[in-house]
């Protein structure tokens, strides 16, 4: 098979649908099998207010998992002939775990005594504790920054780039309204399509942290 020919086989239009698909299913094939020992025991749980601790602690594993999910599709690659999201998934998780991990459990830990009696204020601090949560595990896949870093850029990526503000509260929107259509296992098995999505929102607060942040 001819260069030329090798080329326009992974980059047609159709080679790269197939791509992204095949992205898709590897990644979330491969956060399934990183966070679903945790979801899996969560499961397991009764919808009871005293099991709020036990089912964060069950959600610990997520973190890292989003955060290698994420660091895999912002580097994907639709050449068919060139396809590595498992490793790229692998490496997110490497280099990554640990920040996620911090960024993860300071969300849980904030959110989930909120849990307990929602009201109004409740839910407003669980609203602005998420969004946080993403512009922060975005920042911590994406760059390399301390841990006081992240927390400060993803509070300042609140107001700087509002427009993403906005888009990942629709986002959040979406994920709710999917749990009460349906069930929470529904976030985890579309998961590499709401972190594809939420990188799509995220592309303004990248090129600014890019700009004004990263030399």
Same mark, same amino acid.
């Given at each position: 098979?001819?260069?030329?020919?090798? &080329?326009?086989?992974?980059?047609?239009?159709?080679?790269?649908a197939?791509?992204? /698909?095949? #992205?898709?299913?590897?990644? &979330?094939?491969?956060?399934?099998v990183?966070a679903?020992?945790?979801?899996a025991?969560?499961?397991?749980?009764?919808? *009871?207010?005293? @099991?709020?601790?036990?089912?964060?602690?069950?959600?610990?594993p997520?973190?890292?998992a989003?955060s290698?999910?994420?660091?895999a599709l912002h580097?994907?690659?639709?050449?068919?002939? *060139?396809?590595?999201?498992?490793?790229? %998934?692998?490496?997110?998780y490497?280099?990554?775990?640990?920040?996620?991990?911090?960024?993860?459990?300071?969300?849980l830990?904030?959110?989930?005594? @909120?849990? %307990?009696?929602?009201? +109004?204020?409740?839910?407003?601090?669980?609203?602005?504790? #998420? /969004?946080?949560?993403? @512009?922060?595990? /975005?920042?911590?896949?994406?760059?390399?920054f301390?841990?006081? *870093?992240? +927390?400060?850029?993803s509070?300042?990526?609140?107001?700087?780039?509002?427009?993403?503000? /906005?888009? @990942?509260?629709?986002?959040?929107?979406?994920?709710?309204?999917?749990?009460?259509?349906?069930? &929470?296992?529904?976030?985890?098995l579309?998961?590499?399509?709401? $972190?594809?999505?939420?990188?799509?929102n995220?592309?303004? +607060?990248?090129? $600014?942290v890019?700009? &004004? %942040?990263?030399?």
């Open positions: 098979m001819s260069t030329a020919l090798t &080329e326009r086989f992974g980059t047609g239009l159709l080679s790269q197939a791509a992204m /698909v095949y #992205t898709l299913l590897a990644v &979330e094939l491969l956060f399934l990183t679903g020992p945790g979801l025991l969560l499961v397991l749980l009764d919808r *009871d207010p005293s @099991n709020l601790p036990l089912a964060a602690l069950c959600l610990l997520v973190g890292p989003l290698a999910a994420i660091y580097r994907r690659r639709l050449d068919l002939t *060139d396809l590595r999201p498992g490793a790229a %998934f692998l490496r997110g490497r280099l990554n775990a640990v920040g996620a991990l911090k960024v993860w459990g300071l969300w830990l904030v959110v989930t005594p @909120n849990l %307990f009696a929602p009201g +109004a204020a409740q839910l407003v601090v669980i609203a602005v504790a #998420t /969004v946080w949560m993403l @512009n922060a595990l /975005v920042v911590t896949s994406l760059f390399v301390r841990g006081r *870093d992240v +927390a400060r850029l509070a300042y990526l609140l107001i700087r780039s509002f427009g993403v503000t /906005v888009s @990942n509260v629709c986002l959040i929107v979406v994920a709710l309204a999917g749990v009460w259509l349906w069930s &929470e296992a529904v976030l985890a579309a998961a590499s399509l709401l $972190v594809l999505a939420l990188l799509g995220a592309r303004p +607060a990248i090129a $600014v890019r700009k &004004e %942040f990263v030399g």
